[in-house]
Every structure is written in structure tokens, then in C-alpha cells.
């Protein structure tokens, strides 16, 4: 017996996205893609953020749009700052040389994410368009960069997404152990300190899992996303103080 599966719409540069409940679901070969075509620039990428949805395509394939069901998301609470790399990252701040920035080198991080070898992945999905509008993102205001440096040089980041009172949470690399586990606790920390109660991380992978990511339902997603996004937007700076909001508190799991 054939498989039917409903087609996939396709958009015209500018054109509106289809509703979220018209995304693939867990049945049909792609959970979670929701349109191709369109456009992939700053108007286009702010449009999909606000309505959940994000770009995902390989070198050679249209330009991929989604909204799986379920999400997972890092609930800044549920945030688990496991005893080793506590002790890491004090161990880190306090050591001369040793310093976590943000903003001070999108495109080497963005371009480190892109070119770091992922287990089963022949390629990236960071082709030279996500590379090009996520710059120009990044230009605009929306898009972010975190760096673990160490005498200056970039050891590991991340980069990401915000807008309001949302972050989502693209893509990291690591060229020394931990170094991209501590750009995320940084994060953790900067969104604390700012009230954002929940970082996008797309995908559920057993490695965000374990410090306390989960998947909760698109429409609880959705509905997050639609009521931060209105928000102020924070400035992007990490102060000294922000650290405390990650070090002094208990993991969910501590009583």
C-alpha cells in the first residue's frame, strides 16, 4: 500500500505561511515541514520566528520551512548545571586569559558551526544562504553570537535567535571540550537575568535532554512565542552578576 501524504505548499517570495496544524505530522516522511520556496532574508526569517517556524535545508534542496510537533525547549528554570561543569566554568572564570563575550564574531562562529563534522551527517545544513541571511540577521539586530575565548582565541559558541522576550537557540561548535557547553550556560545565565523563560532548541537531541531540555506541545509553543516576541528586547551584554543567577541556584532535580 502507497503512502498518500498531503503536498507541501509552495511560497512565493513574501508570500504568508500556511497555519502551523498544516505541517507534516509524525506519520508522514518530513514530521514538521510545513512550506517551501519563498524568500530567505531578514523580512522572511522575522516572519517565520514569530510564528515558530525556522528554515532547514541541505545543500542542492529548496529553501525548507518547519514546525514540529512536539518542540523542544529549554525551560531557563529547568536548566541543569551538572556539578562537573559547574566546576568547570568557575574554574574558567576565574583563570586569566579565559572570557566568554557576546557579538564579537558572528560570522567565525556562524561559519565554526557550519563547518564542524556532525556523527551521521555527510554535510551541514548551514549552507552559504542560511550563512548570508543569518549575517544579515545578525546586522539587523535580531540574531546573536556567544564566544568562549581563551588568550583571545575562539574556542567554541554558539549563535541564535531573538526577538522580544524569545531566544531560540540555532546551532553551537566546541573546538576544546565544554567550550560550547559554556557559551550555552552563558546564555542560560543572560536570559535569566532578563526574565526569558524559554530558549527554542528545534530538535530533541539526548545531549540538550540532559541539562534539562524537553518537548512540549507546537500550540503551547506557538502561543509563547506569539505573546514574548511582543516584548522589549533586552540588550545584549553579559555582566559579571549575570553568572549568579546559574551558579546560585539549585538544579530541578536537587531538593
Known sequence: MSLIT???????????????????????????????????????????????????????????????????????????????????????????????HFDTAFEEVIQACANKPRQGQAGTWIVPEMIEAYTELHRAGHAHSIETRINGQLVGGLYC?????MVFGESMFAHLTDASKLALVALVAFCKANSIALIDCQQNTQHLASMGAAEIPRAEFAAHVRAQSQR???????????WDTVLTSRNPSQP
Open 161 to 165: 535567535v531573538n526577538l522580544g522576550g
Open 6 to 100: 498531503k503536498p507541501v505548499p509552495w511560497l512565493n517570495p513574501g508570500e504568508a505561511f500556511p497555519p502551523l496544524g498544516n505541517a507534516w505530522g509524525e506519520n508522514e516522511p518530513a514530521p514538521g515541514l510545513l512550506a517551501a520556496g519563498g524568500a530567505l532574508n531578514v523580512a522572511s526569517l522575522l516572519q517565520a520566528y514569530s510564528q515558530g517556524i525556522f528554515p532547514w535545508f541541505s545543500q542542492g534542496q529548496p529553501i525548507l520551512w518547519w514546525s514540529p510537533d512536539p518542540r523542544m525547549v529549554l525551560q531557563t528554570s529547568q536548566f541543569k548545571l551538572h556539578r562537573s561543569l559547574k566546576k568547570t566554568l568557575q574554574r574558567f572564570l576565574s583563570t586569566p586569559g579565559c572570557s566568554i
Open 232 to 242: 522589549p528586547t533586552p540588550e545584549w551584554t553579559l555582566e559579571a552578576v549575570h
